[in-house]
């Protein structure tokens, strides 16, 4: 079982910035993908944007340009760098992880593990 917690959202105005944090035990292991997630009211969530062990990553195109995903090995933590926010961004934001797997998909299905979820509310 991989621990997984997520922290930094917030309120922000269009145009601004926040980064979202994940803790987890998952870089423990030698082989491992990890992701965010995002589910906006009334919608279905979807893929953010994933990485794996040996440095693949994706994005949606939806943040592609804007938001940042990597990681800070030394305190165990999955980052989300997030830029020029839209309100279109307002969802809640999980981080998710799988111990085995290689590549970086945005399908949900592959990720065995997930966390709480942390709310980003984008104001216009």
């Known amino acids: 079982q991989v621990q997984l917690a997520e922290s930094g959202g917030g309120l922000v105005q269009a145009g601004g910035s926040l980064k979202l944090s994940c803790a987890t035990s998952a870089f423990t292991s030698s082989m491992y993908r990890m992701a965010w997630f995002r589910q906006a009211p009334g919608k279905k969530r979807e893929g953010v944007a994933a990485?794996?062990?040996?440095?693949?990553?994706a994005s949606a195109d939806s943040v592609k340009g804007r938001f940042t995903i990597s990681t800070d090995n030394v305190k165990n933590v999955l980052l989300l760098h997030m830029s020029s926010l839209k309100p279109e961004d307002t969802a809640t934001y999980y981080c998710?992880?799988?111990?085995?797997?290689?590549?970086?998909?945005?399908?949900?299905?592959?990720?065995?593990?997930w966390g709480q979820g942390t709310q980003v509310t984008v104001s216009s």
């Open positions: 998710a992880a799988d111990l085995g797997g290689l590549g970086a998909p945005l399908v949900q299905s592959l990720y065995t593990n």
């Open positions: 990485l794996d062990s040996v440095g693949r990553t």
